[in-house]
């Protein structure tokens, strides 16, 4: 059975090396079968990322100007529409062989929310579901969302955790293509100023039992 080695990077990261990272380790989890899983914690500098279900009328901003002001524009081959990643969000990407753990796509998704309202609990947050939809919700909007990807059913993407993230960076989009859906960080539903660490540690103390089961490296 594969190992489980999780990073934790305290620098935001620009979207294009996080990107190449997760592909050099996918490429790697599928050419060697002992190598191990992977667990990456982060943070990203400001970037709109464009899914594979991308509405041109879900980016409010014109991308030259967002451009001029230093915010990325991607296309990324993850399900869903348009996001953002900034400052203060905790990224999280999980690379694991869905195959070989027995996990189906819908079902990996699930046990990415349940891991996420499960941390959030930590903090005495009622976090769920809404129907129909992907991702984490509180009373005041959403405060995680999701979009993933498998390459031979190896899986990279991964969540949005927003912690104290600058919602302005919202304003710029229609997040994840729901219109007049509110969005909301951690720091607001406390509001007190949470450390990403904390949160990190709540993740790591709940994760599904597919992770939690593996020996780290």
Known sequence: MRRLNCHSSQLPLTYASALQQQLTTVDSILANSSYPYECHFLEHSHVLTKGRGFVKEHLISAESELLKNGVEV?????????????????????????KELGLYLTHYLRDLEQWVMDALAEFNVDAGRRKGLTGVWVSQGKICAMGI?????????????????????????????????????????????????????????????????????
């Not at 993850?78 to 062989?97: A, E, F």
């Open 149 to 217: 990807a498998a390459k031979k059913f190896v899986s990279y993407h991964g969540v949005g955790l927003n912690v104290s993230t600058n919602m302005d960076g919202f304003n710029w989009i229609v997040p994840c293509g729901l219109v007049g859906q509110a969005v909301t960080s951690l720091d607001q539903v406390l509001g007190r100023k949470v450390e990403r660490i904390e949160v990190e540690e709540a993740m790591l103390k709940h994760m599904p039992q597919w992770l939690a089961l593996l020996e780290r490296v």
């Open 74 to 98: 991607v296309e990324v081959s993850r399900g869903g529409s348009v996001t953002y990643h900034g400052p203060g969000q905790l990224v999280v990407y999980v690379h694991v062989h869905l």
